[in-house]
């Protein structure tokens, strides 16, 4: 019952990108479908873009961390979008309450391997219904009943007279139709791409160095610090040196923080000689001298 309330209340949102491309957005909340032309990213809550030179880039929900959840995710979306593999491309998505995980509170969180399970539904909802939009577009380009145009690798295929027009071609009479309400999601039988071990997205750019994370990101006039805390929890900062600290080349600020005290500097490498000078001493904390040998002691005597 859980899914059929779910398949109820899911709704596509359609747009165009300056008459460039399609943009699909999905709701579970919305009163009515919808489609507005003039709707921003944000208030779609994107899940695909199509553009003109056939790229599409799936905008998923869950944090990418090696498990390999936006390859998965961009299989089932593109499962039922019938995409070309080749041509897919993944970002993750913003903060925006449509990419809430139904499994877990409905919160934008990566946990509990629930990155499948959680929006299996609505991805496979949302390729679909973007597959038949497409296909409705097709046919009514070729002027021909929709039963007679499939869908097929990111191409819309006309099968009595061979004709063939790709995503690319079909974005922009498409991001004028109306969203199907209930579309038609694949079989079991009839997966090319769920259920297989295909190449996983971001391997090549982990491999060849490109990637990027987040200690990779820099900003005009960007500043990084080294952290020293109390080992011990419950301890407190004692003493450091500051004046030798500051007296390191590049060292902006020494900033005591919660439990601990942190060298502000225009590099990782200043910032961390920047501690080493600073020399901080802690004291106190409920663990102080705790070892393994006090710990096994502890429990037998218990």
């Not at 973007?130 to 009943?145: D, S, Y």
């Not at 600020?253 to 919660?258: C, L, Q, R, T």
């Not at 000689?273 to 037998?300: N, Y």
Request: glycine share 10%; with cysteine; aromatic share 6%.
């Amino acid at each position: 019952m859980k899914n059929l309330t779910m398949n109820r209340r899911t709704f596509l949102k359609v747009t165009t990108v300056a008459g460039s491309g399609l943009l699909v957005g999905c709701t579970f909340s919305s009163p009515q479908l919808l489609s507005t032309p003039k709707a921003s990213e944000e208030e779609l809550g994107l899940w695909v873009r199509i553009s003109t030179d056939d790229k599409i880039t799936l905008i998923l929900p869950a944090s990418e961390m090696g498990q390999q959840s936006h390859t998965g995710q961009a299989m089932i979306l593109a499962e039922e979008l019938e995409a070309d593999w080749e041509t897919i491309q993944v970002t993750t998505a913003p903060v925006n309450p449509e990419y809430g995980n139904p499994q877990q509170f409905n919160m934008q969180r990566t946990d509990g391997s629930t990155s499948i399970s959680g929006f299996w539904e609505k991805l496979r909802q949302v390729g679909a219904g973007t597959r038949e939009m497409l296909t409705e577009a097709a046919a009514q380009k070729w002027g021909v009943p929709v039963t007679e145009c499939q869908a097929d690798n990111g191409r819309i295929r006309h099968s009595v007279s061979g004709r063939s027009l790709s995503y690319g071609q079909l974005v922009s009479a498409a991001s004028r139709l109306s969203p199907p309400s209930s579309p038609t999601l694949k079989t079991p039988d009839q997966f090319r791409l769920i259920g297989k071990s295909i190449p996983k997205l971001h391997t090549p750019a982990k491999v060849n160095g490109s990637a990027g994370y987040g200690i990779d990101v820099r900003r005009p006039g960007m500043l990084f610090a080294a952290v020293s805390q109390s080992p011990v929890f419950g301890g407190q900062l004692k003493s450091f040196q500051e004046a030798a600290a500051k007296a390191v080349r590049g060292v902006e600020a020494v900033v005591p923080i919660p439990n601990g005290v942190a060298v502000v500097a225009d590099s990782t490498w200043h910032a961390k000689q920047g501690l080493e000078a600073l020399t901080p001493q802690f004291e106190g904390g409920g663990s102080a001298g705790l070892d393994s040998a006090k710990v096994t002691t502890r429990l037998r005597t218990a």
